[in-house]
């Protein structure tokens, strides 16, 4: 799937230091069958639908454009993920609980944004101020 945005000049510095890459996991499966059936239970029940990255994140079909902007500008490497298959993308050795998002440093993986974080997000407001907070804390922007 290819996204229409076109990325917003960051004011953003970056302390390279090392191989650096975010990689967020949506609680939610891949595949065609999965998004048509989770676009339904966004539209028609948001409130049960169980991942909150999706919800903040995807305007219907697309990535919010706020959101995709954000990330776009960012002088890291911020990847995406799916609950089937994130076995696949990196062998990780700690309890996974879905959305999440993971720091990768030199192929060492950490917990860089809880489940519990993402979940208490109410908008890609939110969103985006507590992700650039933890980057900053964590030395990996100015």
């Not at 169980?50 to 776009?72: G, K, M, P, V």
């Not at 990847?79 to 192929?107: C, D, G, H, R, W």
Request: with cysteine; charged share 20%.
């Amino acid at each position: 799937m290819t996204f229409g945005i076109v990325a917003a000049e960051s004011e953003i510095k970056f302390k390279p230091k090392s191989k650096i890459e975010i990689l967020f996991a949506y609680n939610a499966n891949s595949g065609l069958f999965n998004a048509l059936t989770d676009y339904v239970h966004r539209q028609i029940t948001p409130s049960t639908y169980n991942c909150n990255l999706c919800l903040i994140t995807y305007d219907n079909w697309d990535r919010n454009e706020r959101w995709a902007t954000y990330i776009d500008s960012l002088p890291v490497e911020v990847n995406f993920t799916y609950k089937n298959t994130i076995s696949q993308y990196k062998n990780l050795e700690f309890e996974v609980q879905l959305p999440m998002a993971f720091l990768i440093e030199n192929n060492n993986v950490s917990i860089f944004i809880t489940a519990e974080e993402l979940n208490s997000c109410v908008d890609e407001n939110a969103l985006i101020d507590m992700f650039e907070s933890k980057l900053k804390k964590s030395g990996i922007i100015e």
